[in-house]
Structures are given as C-alpha cells and as structure tokens.
C-alpha cells in the first residue's frame, strides 16, 4: 500500500480526494493542517474545506484517516478506500480508534458506531437515539433518551475488540465506567468501574450532606467538588460597569445575576444554566435552559421564584420546593424575555419581539397562564 498523502511541510499536510463515483458530485478538496490546540503546546489536524476549518481528524492508522465534519459527520479515506461521509451522529462524535489489522473503526459520541475499513461496507451501531433536537438534552432524561451514554473515549484492545468509557453523568469526576465492544458480535459487554482515588479525596464533599440529601435539584451532585453552596463552589456576585452583577468563578466571569430578593439570589453561569441560592436553600440548579434564561423574579413574599426564556421554570424556594416547567414543547415554544411579581403569587410574563409584545399572567398556586 503507498501513502495517500503527501505532506508539505513540518506543519501541514494536503489530503487531495480522488474523483469517485461514491459523491453525488466532485467533492471539494480537503486541507488537513496543524493547528494550535488550546491546551498550550498541543497541535491537533483541522480539516480545512474552501479555505475554512470544518473539522478534526480524530484518528489515523498507516493506511486510513478518519475524521469530523460540519459538526455531525463521520468520514473516512484510505488505500483503495474512496473517501466518504459513513454516518451522521447527533451530539457529533468525538474519538475514533482503529484495530491494529485496520479491518475495524469505532467512533463514540452519543452511542456508537463501528464500520468495517473497505468499500461499501455498512455501519453497525450501539446506543445510538434517533435524532432530538439539541436542546432537549437540557431537559430531564426520559423516553428514548433514557439509558443514553455519551461516550468520552476509546482505545483499541485487541481482535476487533474496544474499550469504550465514559465520565459523564456519573455524578462525580472520579469514576470511570468502561465497556468492551466486540465489533464482531456487535456486542458490548458489562460495564466496570474504575474510581480515582486522589481526585475523590480532593472533593470537598463526596456525598451530599444529610440536611440536603432528598433535594433532587441540588447543584452537588452535578459538580466534581460536591460544594452545595455557591461560595463552597468558588462563586462570587461582583458589581459590574452596567449596575448589575457578574458571576466570577474562582477570578472568571461566569454568568450574570438576573434577580435578588431580601433572601435569594437568581443567576445565570456558563450561558444556559439557571441557578438560585438563598437562607436556608442550598445551591440549586433549576434548569439547563436551552438558549440561556432572559430573566427571573421572586415573589414578593419570598415563596415563588419564575425563571423565562426558552419556556419558563417555577421553584418554590424550599428545600424540596415544587418544581414546574411550562412552555418548551419543541413543538410549540413559549419564547419570553421578560417576567414582573405581581400581587400574591401571580406574575406577568412577556414576550417583546418584532411583532410587538404578548404578555401572560401566571398564578404559581393554581399552576394557571392566562394570555392578556
């Protein structure tokens, strides 16, 4: 087999596609450069298509490439192998890995797929969804997306066999659980997992508290540090030029504070996650709000807090408070950027767009919207 590329220099390298019949058209040529990482001191491939980055190889053996691009596509390149776009996986994938006899590739991202390296072959998966919308990731797992494992890496074992693992949605940041995927049977074995010690004893809390145990929103036990308040998690609200209130984690900014009452205070961080905190409430995360929440507001009697974007989210702010989410059907969307307490626990949301405002009145005890 001779090498299918050429390189240029110590830095970049052309991958010029022959023409084949497997395109619905002459495809464009494919740059694949050394770019700086963001990691300092690391390099990674971009693919570069009419002179703008479009991707990343994940992953090269001495006769094969296999990389990334427009996000979500899968392609594939090699000796007597025409290059061609196998697969789309939702969420993109994120890491291949191919068997020493370059009969096999694995790629993870949201499941699976694995493809044998010649020529028409089909792909075989598992733990892949049918395709969602991104942000219904945002919302409580349930459905076909209950079970989904999103994968974070994988490496070649032996036979046609691979290890795949991953970190997410455990909990915590010091276990990995790996699998090993068979690409013969199309199988994946029992999960076992693998606990790092030092990261686990660097944890302020491993486990909830027991004041906090049954509280479901808690923010703890999404975070590698388990902190269940926002200055135990290295969060500070700093005054800002514009009168408001920056988010800084540990020096950074973060996010934005969108509302406070005597007692609470409602923000923003990492640009889609709605948080609250407040005497006798721990930190909590209400949502991860698919576009990022727009405002909040709290009862005047500090009993009910309404957060409005992409739908709205109402918390009464007690430890075990009810939670409710309205309006984020994809189907139907309820867009809003504004939201007032009114008497009681009533509040007005508001939608101002291009064709003028709509505004709604919600009554937190009788979970009712009504449109004025």
Not at 71 to 77: I, K, L, P, Q, S
Not at 147 to 155: H, I, M, Q
Not at 206 to 223: F, H, I, T, V, W
Not at 275 to 295: H, I, Q, S, T
Request: with cysteine; charged share 25%.
């Amino acid at each position: 087999m001779k090498p299918f590329f050429k390189r240029r220099s110590s830095t970049t390298h052309d991958l010029v596609l022959p023409k084949t019949t497997s395109w619905p058209s002459d495809p464009p040529g494919r740059v694949f450069a050394l770019m700086p990482g963001i990691v300092p001191g690391s390099v990674y491939e971009s693919v570069v298509v009419d002179g703008r980055s479009q991707g990343h190889v994940m992953r090269r053996s001495a006769h094969v490439v296999v990389w990334a691009e427009r996000g979500n596509e899968v392609y594939v390149y090699g000796d007597d192998l025409p290059a061609r776009c196998v697969a789309r996986m939702w969420e993109g994938p994120r890491r291949a890995a191919i068997s020493d006899d370059e009969q096999w590739c694995v790629v993870i991202g949201l499941g699976l797929i694995a493809f044998p390296l010649t020529a028409g072959a089909e792909v075989q998966s598992y733990g892949r969804r049918p395709y969602h919308e991104r942000w219904q990731l945002h919302q409580p797992v349930k459905g076909d997306l209950a079970g989904a494992v999103l994968f974070t890496a994988v490496r070649y074992l032996r036979a046609h066999q691979f290890a795949v693992s991953t970190t997410w949605g455990l909990g915590n940041m010091w276990t990995t659980r790996e699998w090993v995927y068979d690409a013969d049977t199309n199988s994946l074995g029992d999960p076992r997992d693998t606990i790092d010690e030092e990261k686990r004893r660097q944890a302020i809390r491993p486990q909830r508290s027991a004041a906090y145990a049954d509280e479901k929103q808690l923010a703890a036990a999404l975070r590698s540090d388990g902190a269940e308040s926002a200055a135990e998690a290295g969060l500070t609200f700093e005054r800002n030029a514009a009168g408001g209130e920056t988010v800084v984690s540990k020096g950074r900014p973060t996010g934005t504070v969108l509302c406070r009452s005597q007692r609470f205070v409602v923000w923003q961080e990492l640009g889609s996650m709605a948080c609250v905190e407040g005497d006798g409430l721990p930190y909590l995360l209400l949502d991860d709000m698919y576009g990022g929440a727009a405002a909040a507001a709290i009862s005047d009697d500090e009993e009910w807090c309404v957060v409005v974007g992409c739908g709205f989210c109402v918390r009464r702010l007690r430890v075990g408070g009810d939670f409710r989410l309205h309006g984020a059907d994809p189907q139907n969307i309820m867009w809003l950027n504004g939201v007032e307490a009114l008497d009681g626990h009533t509040f007005r949301l508001r939608w101002d767009g291009s064709r003028g405002t709509e505004e709604y009145i919600y009554d937190a005890d009788s979970d009712a919207l009504r449109q004025e």
